[in-house]
């Protein structure tokens, strides 16, 4: 009888272990972050249909918020990193969705939108002074001034209504203070465009460091790019 309590003991401790674990805590951050995936292509592809995506735009704020929550609690590279880029997605996503949207659409993107800047600000915030997080940082970084140029060419181009064209100029002032805060300049300032193949808005192993930019960039395209 000992014996079994003793291997049941065990086991449970070994089971505490690996739920507490780095690896451990990164399953758990994927998992939400696939889910995420999921209702954000949903959430756009009813938008552009002019249906209603108030559902698919919840799921995408809440499982990126509990993604975030673990990775901010774990504060490893990369459940921080995965988180991230998902918020940056989901930024460029937000933003090319505006385009022709109206009503409760508008309101629920540019709640989402919102959310993911205002999480991606907390990672900032989170990894300040921490040098094993420099990458995230530089990560966001590469992402925010991405989000800045999708920010102005919707303004620039797309068919907004008022509350969309307030949201995306919120929007491009944060984005622009994110950027700041992560070592880079101003996005406000006009710069010239790099050349093919010099853009850095993706991380490693996503073509970044080949100079190959990446199928699907622009202003929704790394918002479908999981």
Same mark, same amino acid.
Do not use: W
């Given at each position: ?41 949903? +959430?756009? =592809? ?5 249906? #209603? %995506? !108030?559902?698919?735009? $919840?799921?995408?704020? @809440?499982? &990126? *918020? ?49 959310? +993911?800047? =205002? ?5 900032? #915030? %989170? !990894?300040?002074?921490? $040098?094993?997080?420099? @990458?995230? &940082? *530089? ?17 620039a181009d797309d068919e907004l209504t008022d509350e969309a064209r307030a949201a995306l100029t ?37 073509? @970044? ?18």
């Amino acid at each position: 009888m000992s014996h079994r309590i003793t291997r049941a003991a065990l086991g449970a401790v070994l089971a505490v272990g690996l739920l507490a674990s780095p690896a451990a805590a990164t399953t758990r951050v994927d998992a939400k972050l696939k889910t995420v995936e999921r209702a954000l292509d949903r +959430a756009t =592809d009813r938008v552009a249909d002019g249906e #209603a %995506a !108030a559902t698919q735009l $919840t799921s995408v704020r @809440r499982n &990126v *918020a509990s993604a975030q929550k673990t990775a901010l609690r774990k504060a490893d590279v990369a459940s921080l990193s995965a988180v991230a880029r998902a918020q940056g997605r989901v930024v460029s996503a937000t933003v090319g969705a505006f385009d022709g949207a109206t009503g409760d659409n508008v309101t629920g993107l540019a709640t989402t939108l919102k959310a +993911a800047l =205002d999480g991606r600000d907390a990672i900032v #915030a %989170a !990894a300040a002074g921490k $040098t094993e997080l420099a @990458r995230v &940082v *530089a990560q966001i970084n590469r992402d925010a001034a991405g989000d800045a140029e999708d920010i102005a060419d919707a303004l620039a181009d797309d068919e907004l209504t008022d509350e969309a064209r307030a949201a995306l100029t919120a929007a491009a002032t944060q984005v622009a203070a994110t950027v700041t805060a992560t070592g880079g300049t101003d996005t406000t300032t006009p710069t010239t465009p790099a050349a093919d193949g010099d853009r850095e808005d993706c991380p490693e192993g996503e073509g @970044r460091e080949a100079g190959a930019e990446p199928a699907g960039y622009g202003r929704g395209g790394r918002g479908q790019r999981f």
